[in-house]
């Protein structure tokens, strides 16, 4: 320890989760290991955790150096922050008006065949200056700060052009610089087909791979790219050819795959090694198999299954059973899934995906971490890692996806400094 001092000491953690143990994306029983402490403590310095673990433990460990300030957690729960590793976060306008659609049985693909759903989204996107997109998507970003998200990844998709794409990227880039929440740039200008190429999809597709692509990679504007795979939307060959384009330029890849239908999307994400597949309600064993071997992190939506009014909801248990990696995400965006908190997503990974509370806290950490490339420095306390931690008022896990529907977030700590006090931003 090069230097004499302590940031900040968190102490008198009734329960720590630190996520401890395995780097590698966590699958089947590994998933319910949480590395739980009674006791504990958690020391900060610049911003990154210097010792973790019993508190008299790390009290000892740091007993040579100067605290300079000290967090008494009063006997609750902390743990790692939270990681949100799909939405889409910046976008205009809000589509409240498909309610009573939903309610009279239309469904999602159906509003969207219309003109209506993500196109209704792209015209608002398009009308809004960069300064309307940037405040609202930084309100969304406070209250997934709020709710416990610390690092959250952010898909374009509402442009379909070139300039409007690059317009919500530069916003996410600004974001990022200004707001305490980590954010992960995604391009997904192959989020749907947009009117104008109706009748010529395969124009579009092009676009997206020689003009598109191309630019956002010279501007520095994402790490990632995203395609939506589904019936109506692109197919399988399209979205093989647009994230084969990518991988070329040194993007990482992403699909939303077999949300709907199942249309072969997880092999796809298999087969070229995307780092993620989303969705998966209708994903088929052999696609899923095809992930497990890949590798590829399954992120599970069950707040769009949810809203959506969906029978059937992701395979969680199949996929945890057959050794995929499972996380969660809320899937945040102004249609299917209409919420920014990670709490919510918690109970309905629970009591819709059957999956525990630890294996849910799994899925919001260290494995949406892996989702995202990020897992050297987010997703678990350990040492070295970024100083990204949650208090909630609660003294135990399954109490936040229990007493469900509110906020259970006391205080947030991003990177070493307090952000979130007593439930209310403090950046
Ligand atoms: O992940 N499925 C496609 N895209 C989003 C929904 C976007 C929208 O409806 O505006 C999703 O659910
Ligand atoms: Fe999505």
Avoid: W
Avoid at 10 to 35: C, D
Avoid at 46 to 64: H, M, Q, S, T
Avoid at 267 to 293: K, Y
Avoid at 341 to 366: D, F, H, K, R, Y
């Amino acid at each position: 320890m090069e230097k004499k001092t302590i940031d900040l000491l968190v102490h008198n953690i009734g329960s720590l989760v630190t996520m401890q143990g395995k780097s590698a994306a966590r699958t089947g029983s590994e998933m319910s290991n949480i590395g739980a402490i009674e006791q504990g403590a958690v020391a900060l310095r610049d911003g990154k955790i210097v010792a973790v673990g019993r508190e008299e433990a790390v009290l000892d460990e740091i007993k040579e150096l100067t605290v300079t300030a000290k967090l008494d957690a009063e006997g609750k729960l902390v743990t790692p922050g939270l990681v949100d590793p799909h939405t889409h976060l910046v976008h205009g306008g809000s589509r409240e008006h498909e309610l009573d659609l939903k309610l009279k049985g239309v469904s999602y693909l159906e509003i969207l065949e219309q003109g209506g759903g993500i196109l209704s989204t792209v015209k608002a996107t398009r009308e809004a200056s960069e300064e309307q997109l940037y405040t609202k998507a930084k309100s969304s970003l406070d209250t997934m700060l709020l709710y416990g998200a610390t690092t959250v990844e952010a898909k374009s998709g509402y442009g379909l052009t070139l300039e409007d794409e690059l317009k919500q990227l530069r916003v996410t880039k600004e974001l990022n610089q200004h707001h305490p929440v980590d954010l992960v740039s995604t391009f997904m200008g192959a989020h749907a087909v947009p009117s104008e190429y109706k009748e010529h999809p395969m124009v579009y597709v092009d676009l997206v791979i020689e003009d598109m692509l191309p630019e956002v990679k010279r501007q520095g504007l994402a790490e990632y790219c995203d395609v939506f795979c589904e019936h109506g939307v692109f197919t399988v060959e399209q979205s093989r050819k647009i994230l084969n384009a990518a991988k070329e330029l040194g993007f990482g890849i992403k699909i939303h795959a077999d949300e709907i239908e199942p249309m072969g999307g997880a092999q796809l994400a298999g087969e070229l090694g995307c780092v993620s597949a989303e969705h998966l309600l209708a994903a088929t064993d052999e696609g899923l198999s095809a992930m497990q071997q890949a590798g590829v992190v399954a992120v599970c939506l069950p707040a769009t299954s949810f809203n959506l009014r969906l029978k059937d909801h992701a395979r969680a248990r199949t996929m945890i059973e057959m050794g995929v990696p499972v996380a969660l995400s809320t899937d945040y965006n102004p249609g299917s899934s209409p919420t920014e908190s990670l709490q919510l997503v918690m109970t309905l990974g629970c009591l819709n995906l059957g999956m525990t509370p630890e294996e849910v806290l799994t899925a919001l950490t260290i494995n949406a971490a892996h989702a995202i490339g990020k897992s050297e420095t987010i997703g678990s306390l350990e040492i070295g890692k970024q100083a990204d931690l949650v208090i909630y008022n609660a003294s135990n896990l399954a109490y936040l996806p229990y007493h469900f529907g509110i906020n259970h977030v006391n205080t947030v700590i991003k990177n070493g400094q307090v952000v979130v006090e007593n439930g209310t931003l403090v950046y």
